[in-house]
């Protein structure tokens, strides 16, 4: 580790960790850009990604405002339906507001559908959730598999934070971090941020510093390859995997609970989710601390719990 640079770790867990194979024409692409192979710690700058096409910036801006005026005028009715939904199942206000990074680095504020318990934060801190993220109530759950949680941020390209297509923004308590720890992310912010884009399609959510690095080399390639074309088929298959999911919750919602709704329902029932909040931390303490005596014994009483229950039940069988 550099001797000059933060003494601060990152700490990545996650209960499960999804390893998605990048296409090799991109990650060549990225090594064309900047002729440096990826590595653990930040390097010095070697060269400054922009836009081939830089007219198309401009235009893109217009073609986002009017596209964006349309789809807030038929979607609203999706976002009223969310809003009853969210303030009929749990408490706390139906929206929820999360300062971001945007483009060269300015901070604001991205508008969403609450799909988490209110103040879901206030015990752990800022963590990134997970696909099993015990945190998520029924209807955020629903909200989050048909993306209908993300439609408000449509206000956000009104208002010229974000555009339909381009990376995704993320918090600043993890920026600077993973500005350090992955080279060129900052070059990811030479573009307004997108609520779609090339890696959100292709990558699934980050929940270790792995799964960030494979974004960058997909957000690097779109900010130096942007063009109409692009654009134009990222937001195709958008609205493909969009009515495919939409349709695959609505199936959902007439069919069975399947096994990991019903373990999700079974430790909310018997006050075992309190243990396992299934999210994925990036503490922001100067370096990882050992736990507590009292720690240890409640987590080793635990797994003595769950081999006595697996015994039992299979003795059951």
Not at 96 to 121: C, I, P, W
Not at 167 to 191: N, Q, T
Not at 296 to 304: D, H, K, L, P, V
Request: hydrophobic content about 40%; overall charge neutral; aromatic content about 8%.
């Amino acid at each position: 580790m550099n001797p000059n640079g933060p003494k601060d770790t990152v700490v990545l867990t996650s209960s499960r960790e999804t390893l998605v194979d990048v296409s090799e024409d991109v990650q060549e692409q990225i090594r064309k850009l900047c002729n440096d192979e990826t590595t653990a710690r930040k390097p010095e700058p070697r060269c400054s990604v922009e836009p081939r096409l830089s007219w198309y910036i401009p235009f893109k801006r217009c073609a986002d405002m009017v596209a964006a005026s349309v789809l807030l005028i038929v979607l609203s009715p999706f976002i009223a339906l969310g809003m009853i939904l969210v303030k009929l199942t749990s408490r706390g206000p139906a929206f929820y507001s999360q300062v971001r990074v945007g483009r060269d680095g300015r901070e604001f504020t991205l508008f969403k559908l609450r799909s988490m318990m209110h103040n879901a934060e206030a015990a752990t801190g800022p963590v990134w959730s997970t696909a099993r993220d015990s945190r998520v109530t029924p209807v955020g759950k629903l909200l989050r598999s048909s993306h209908i949680d993300e439609f408000p941020q449509l206000w956000n390209v009104l208002r010229g934070e974000m555009s339909l297509v381009g990376p995704r923004p993320e918090r600043p308590e993890f920026v600077a971090k993973l500005d350090w720890e992955i080279p060129y992310y900052s070059e990811r912010l030479k573009v307004r941020p997108g609520i779609t884009g090339l890696a959100q399609l292709r990558l699934p959510a980050d929940t270790t510093l792995n799964c960030v690095r494979r974004k960058v080399e997909h957000d690097v390639y779109y900010v130096r390859h942007i063009s109409p074309w692009l654009d134009l088929k990222l937001l195709f298959f958008t609205a493909w995997r969009l009515a495919r999911e939409i349709t695959v919750s609505g199936w959902r919602g007439v069919t069975l609970p399947k096994d990991d709704d019903i373990e999700i329902g079974f430790q909310h029932a018997v006050g075992l989710a309190e243990f396992d909040l299934g999210v994925a931390r990036l503490p922001v303490s100067a370096a990882p601390q050992s736990a507590p005596e009292s720690d240890a014994e409640e987590s080793q009483s635990i797994s003595e719990n769950d081999l006595e229950m697996a015994s039992v039940a299979q003795a059951r069988e």
